[in-house]
């Protein structure tokens, strides 16, 4: 069983499935091995992810944002010949700024391919709304060792672009790295720089580093302590969308879950999370910043798992205090 487990995470599927027959012709009866064939069965099958993240905020001033949807769904079909799947793809992000109401719809489709130490996608895309515009991108994740990792992510028309952006016809690209450290299964360090360049001239630079550290480990609660520092800065400040010329954010905070109830595959998670820090903007007087999120988490089988929850959250933009209230749901299917 170790060793179906271990060809699975290797991405080895027809190598699995020929163990997994072998021990089901011998243990027919053992629970264990008919739930790792179930879990073998679901992996190698087709795949659908969904989240979706309907808000509404109040403050902000200049950036204020409204109500805002966000939804973003992914199919990935069953695994050729192990390693490699095709996948579609679908976004739409709406928001309503001092300007009036903007929105993107985003539709694309790509390959990817994984093993045990690489992890590749390439998929181009096509966006309508309020600009009609092409694009695509490129990820690849790169398992070192054991312990450091590498990512590089490529997108034009980046879905980092803001929404206010498009109503004056400015698009933005982005390009970035992350380098994570991780110790042992219960602290991991990761440090992300990333490039943003806009079609009206201006330049976004960001240096973000997160720091996570199981602090209690029990079989039914696990606390994580949460440290993130951020920075960015702006070639041009005098543009129609958020960009501050230099801003410092520093939070700190935990990640609490409890698992309410359990029955071999099937089980309820609930999850608190809870971060706050400073805020510091050029030219403007810091200020507090805060997250708090409550979820509940379902696992059915190996097939389906749902999460849906609250969250809270305040930040500031250009001495403007913005409060925002966020359902969130989510969605995986396998077939």
Same mark, same amino acid.
Do not use: C
């Given at each position: 069983?170790a060793?179906?487990?271990?060809?699975m995470?290797? /991405? /080895? !599927?027809?190598?699995?499935?020929?163990?997994?027959?072998?021990?089901?012709?011998?243990?027919?009866?053992?629970?264990?091995?008919?739930?790792?064939?179930?879990?073998?069965?679901? &992996?190698?099958?087709?795949?659908?992810?969904?989240?979706?993240?309907?808000?509404?905020?109040?403050?902000?001033?200049?950036?204020?944002?409204?109500?805002?949807?966000?939804?973003?769904?992914? $199919?990935?079909?069953?695994?050729?010949?192990?390693?490699?799947?095709?996948?579609?793809? #679908?976004?739409?992000?709406?928001?309503?700024?001092?300007?009036?109401f903007?929105y993107?719809?985003?539709? #694309?489709?790509?390959?990817?391919?994984?093993?045990? @130490?690489?992890?590749?996608?390439?998929?181009?895309?096509?966006?309508?709304?309020?600009?009609?515009?092409? #694009?695509?991108?490129?990820?690849?994740d790169?398992?070192?060792?054991? +312990?450091?990792?590498?990512?590089?992510?490529?997108?034009l028309?980046?879905?980092?672009?803001?929404?206010?952006? $498009?109503?004056?016809?400015?698009?933005?690209?982005?390009?970035?790295?992350?380098?994570? !450290?991780?110790?042992?299964?219960?602290?991991?360090?990761? =440090?992300?720089?990333a490039? &943003?360049?806009?079609?009206?001239?201006?330049?976004?630079?960001?240096?973000?580093?997160?720091?996570?550290?199981?602090?209690?480990a029990?079989?039914h609660?696990?606390?994580?302590?949460l440290?993130?520092?951020?920075?960015?800065?702006?070639? =041009?400040?005098?543009?129609?969308?958020?960009?501050?010329?230099?801003?410092?954010?520093?939070?700190?905070? @935990?990640?609490?879950?409890?698992? $309410?109830?359990?029955?071999?595959?099937?089980? =309820?998670?609930?999850?608190?999370?809870?971060?706050?820090?400073?805020?510091?903007? &050029?030219?403007?007087?810091?200020?507090?910043?805060?997250?708090?999120?409550?979820? /509940?988490?379902?696992?059915?089988?190996?097939?389906?798992?749902?999460?849906?929850?609250?969250?809270?959250?305040?930040?500031?933009?250009?001495?403007?205090?913005?409060?925002?209230?966020? $359902? =969130?749901?989510?969605?995986? +299917?396998?077939?």
């Open positions: 069983m060793l179906v487990e271990t060809a995470a290797q /991405h /080895h !599927y027809r190598e699995a499935r020929a163990m997994i027959a072998e021990l089901l012709a011998i243990y027919p009866e053992n629970e264990g091995v008919r739930r790792l064939a179930r879990e073998i069965e679901a &992996q190698a099958g087709w795949l659908f992810e969904i989240e979706g993240k309907p808000s509404n905020s109040t403050g902000g001033g200049t950036n204020a944002a409204g109500q805002e949807l966000q939804i973003e769904g992914k $199919l990935y079909s069953p695994p050729i010949l192990d390693h490699w799947r095709l996948f579609g793809l #679908g976004t739409y992000a709406s928001a309503v700024p001092v300007e009036g903007a993107r719809q985003r539709y #694309g489709g790509g390959i990817d391919f994984r093993d045990e @130490f690489l992890e590749v996608a390439v998929f181009p895309t096509y966006s309508f709304g309020t600009l009609n515009r092409a #694009g695509g991108g490129a990820t690849i790169w398992s070192i060792t054991d +312990q450091i990792s590498l990512g590089v992510v490529g997108e028309f980046s879905t980092e672009t803001p929404l206010r952006a $498009l109503l004056y016809g400015i698009t933005s690209d982005e390009f970035a790295a992350r380098l994570a !450290y991780r110790w042992h299964e219960s602290r991991t360090v990761a =440090l992300r720089g490039v &943003q360049p806009f079609s009206d001239g201006n330049l976004r630079q960001a240096l973000t580093l997160n720091w996570k550290e199981r602090l209690v029990m079989p609660f696990d606390l994580t302590s440290v993130d520092v951020g920075t960015s800065s702006n070639s =041009l400040t005098n543009v129609p969308y958020y960009s501050p010329a230099r801003d410092l954010s520093a939070t700190a905070g @935990f990640l609490a879950e409890h698992v $309410l109830w359990r029955s071999y595959d099937n089980s =309820l998670t609930q999850t608190l999370r809870v971060e706050a820090g400073l805020y510091a903007e &050029q030219g403007f007087a810091n200020d507090w910043i805060g997250t708090a999120s409550y979820e /509940h988490r379902w696992r059915f089988d190996p097939l389906t798992e749902l999460h849906y929850g609250v969250q809270f959250s305040r930040r500031v933009y250009d001495g403007s205090e913005l409060r925002e209230l966020s $359902l =969130l749901v989510g969605l995986r +299917q396998r077939i």
